[in-house]
């Protein structure tokens, strides 16, 4: 089995007036199957920027990023969406539905994108939604779930590629704690159940101990993991 996300000695340099800003300064982090790391660090350190690049969204300026084993860095763009689509799951902050659609039918666009049969993406996309709590709930709009329900729409989305790589920014910033907990539980859950590797940005401190290890960015350079008490 490959390894499911691994960033060798990544740069990421943004112009910034007559000069550039690293964002990410020489970063290497690797995340296995089923591991669950926090990616913890002060606003503007680089967080979100590690997740773009590990996404595949954005290149680097040098370094290698291997997802899968597959270094996306030489990849054109059409190359790069089809890696994505295949093996990364993403879950931002703000779960961003489609208003219009069922739960059902926000999980079954990508199944459509990637060129699966419609029977059998039903099935998934029901099941996966009673992984996440929301067997009773596979009819309902964005507008009839509560902010925690739409953020479990989000993750059973985001499971439906069956991804090896799980990248989730702040995804508790709009609940409550409750919410918030539950829904970084099931965050630990899928990861488990699915071996994602799955890298998580938090504020939320009290539930690092729910994660692997946590690494820490400080002006675009990481910390060396540290493991929490099993
Ligand atoms: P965090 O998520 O930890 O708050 P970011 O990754 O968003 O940090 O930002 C890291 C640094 O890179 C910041 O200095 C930010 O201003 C800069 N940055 C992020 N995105 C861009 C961009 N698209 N263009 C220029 N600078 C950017
Ligand atoms: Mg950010």
């Known amino acids: 089995m ?6 060798v000695n990544v740069t990421l340099e943004y112009p910034d007036g007559g000069s550039t800003i690293k964002a990410l300064d020489a970063v290497n982090l690797t995340a296995g199957a089923g591991e669950f790391l ?20 954005v290149t ?9 084993g597959q270094d996306a860095t030489p990849l054109g763009s059409r190359e790069r969406t089809a890696l994505r689509r295949d093996t990364v799951g993403i879950i931002f902050q703000q779960p961003n539905l489609l208003p219009s659609l069922t739960a059902v039918e926000q999980l ?24 996440v709590g929301l067997a009773g709930e596979l009819n309902k709009r964005p507008h009839q779930l509560s902010g925690g329900q739409r953020q479990r729409v989000n993750i059973a989305r985001a499971l439906m590629g069956s991804p090896r790589v799980l990248l989730v920014d702040e995804p508790t910033a709009a609940l409550d704690m409750e919410r918030s ?5 099931l965050l630990r859950r899928v990861t488990d ?9 938090t504020h939320d401190t009290e ?4 994660t692997d290890s946590v690494v820490t960015m400080r002006d675009g350079r990481l910390g060396a993991p540290v493991r929490n008490a099993a």
């Open 193 to 201: 159940e699915f071996a994602t590797a799955t890298l998580m940005v």
């Open 60 to 68: 680097p300026s040098s370094g290698l990023v291997l997802v899968d």
């Open 108 to 131: 079954l666009i990508g199944e459509h994108l990637r060129g699966k049969p419609l029977r059998a993406a039903r099935l998934r996309a029901a099941e996966l939604l009673d992984v």
């Open 38 to 57: 926090s990616l913890v660090g002060p606003s503007g350190s680089g967080k979100s920027s590690l997740l773009a690049v590990a996404a595949t969204l």
């Open 181 to 185: 907990e539950a829904i970084v539980r």
């Open 2 to 7: 490959t390894i499911p996300l691994s960033l």
């Open 207 to 210: 539930f690092l101990p729910l």
